[in-house]
């Protein structure tokens, strides 16, 4: 039982009792409050430091371990890589300085510990002692040679590919955005174009080459066409699921505010069929990169997939390998872009899921 003094102390019924708190406490920190210094601090992990040794050791094998055969472009790839460790490593101190650098090395650095570990291990198993059967696995070397000979080659066959792929990209785009618009807002278009595109659309498109280089006056245009063939069709599709999808409740509002059809189509139905739209716009990327390989090889003079062709017929291998990085780096650059046109585009999409 409470005694007669604590009866005393407690505030009466229904009052509230005093919150006042002297100067001196308002003064020092909650004993779990941290200095700011304190709190944004992040220190790189431990695969900060490897990821650095590791690009150190592959500079010193490529410079000091002898080659089982000249090289001539060794001394290069030693300095490449040599500029790649002292990058890393000066992005490693830097970092414990400043707290954005060590939270984005954290993010890259199980990246770069294993490239840096891949470069030393292909460093010893061609370069070095020559484990893997050449002129199939060329060493890094031979590659780094094909890029100084064949450098202005390369950026031309790259200028060319991206130009084709630009053209037969984005017809099929809009080919394919207008079908399915077509086909998810007026039920005689889908009447009309459903069965052609799901008789057409599953075949691949480079089965359309030999007919598309008969019928087309050149194999540019017929390259054109195939690429646009083989993005229509995902785009067309994903356009229409998307279009068909939306809630018909989104419909019923805008014309309870006078809303004409031409306005429920293109800020009603599109806006909100836009997730679908860019999965299809996805889908037809990847696709034309494929069939844009498979027509540069075999019809058209110039492009990555035509030095592709032709440095494999002189079983040039190095300049062959050094043809599908760029294809990587070029094809990645643009998944990219995409993927920013996307996230900004669709941003309310993120705020709705949270």
Not at 138 to 151: K, R, S, V
Not at 238 to 257: C, E, H, I, P, Q
Not at 273 to 290: D, K, N
Request: net charge positive; with cysteine.
């Amino acid at each position: 039982m409470s005694s007669v003094g604590e009866l005393d102390a407690m505030p009466p019924a229904g009052s509230v009792p005093s919150l006042a708190i002297s100067p001196a406490a308002l003064e020092q920190p909650a004993f779990d409050e941290q200095p700011a210094r304190v709190r944004t601090t992040v220190r790189p992990e431990a695969a900060g430091y490897a990821s650095c040794l590791v690009w150190i050791a592959a500079a010193a094998v490529t410079w000091r371990l002898p080659d089982v055969r000249p090289l001539y472009t060794t001394t290069h790839l030693a300095a490449l890589t040599g500029a790649v460790a002292a990058a890393i490593c000066g992005w490693l101190a830097a970092a414990h300085f400043q707290p954005l650098l060590a939270r984005r090395l954290r993010a890259v650095a199980p990246w770069l510990l294993v490239l840096g570990g891949a470069a030393l291990v292909w460093q010893f198993v061609t370069a070095k002692f020559a484990l893997l059967p050449m002129p199939f696995f060329p060493p890094p070397q031979t590659i780094l040679d094909a890029y100084e000979n064949d450098g202005p080659l390369l950026l031309l066959s790259a200028a060319y590919s991206l130009r084709l792929l630009a053209l037969g990209f984005t017809l099929g785009l809009i080919v394919g955005f207008f079908t399915g618009v077509a086909m998810g807002w007026w039920p005689r278009a889908n009447y009309w174009l459903h069965p052609i595109v799901r008789t057409i659309g599953p075949i691949p498109a480079t089965a359309w080459l030999p007919l598309a280089f008969v019928v087309l006056p050149t194999s540019f245009t017929a390259s054109i066409f195939i690429l646009a063939l083989a993005t229509w069709f995902p785009v067309t599709f994903l356009t229409w699921s998307g279009v068909r999808a939306v809630n018909r409740s989104y419909y019923d509002v805008a014309r309870t505010l006078g809303a004409s059809q031409w306005f429920l189509i293109w800020k009603v139905a599109v806006p909100a069929a836009l997730p679908s739209i860019f999965v299809g716009i996805f889908m037809g990327l990847g696709t034309s990169f494929v069939t844009l390989l498979a027509a540069e090889m075999l019809g058209v003079k110039a492009g990555l997939g035509w030095y592709v062709t032709w440095a494999q017929g002189w079983a040039a291998y190095p300049k062959v390998y050094a043809a599908l990085a760029i294809m990587a780096l070029l094809f990645s650059g643009l998944i990219s872009i995409l993927f920013k046109v996307r996230n900004r585009l669709l941003a309310w999409e993120r705020g709705s899921i949270r």
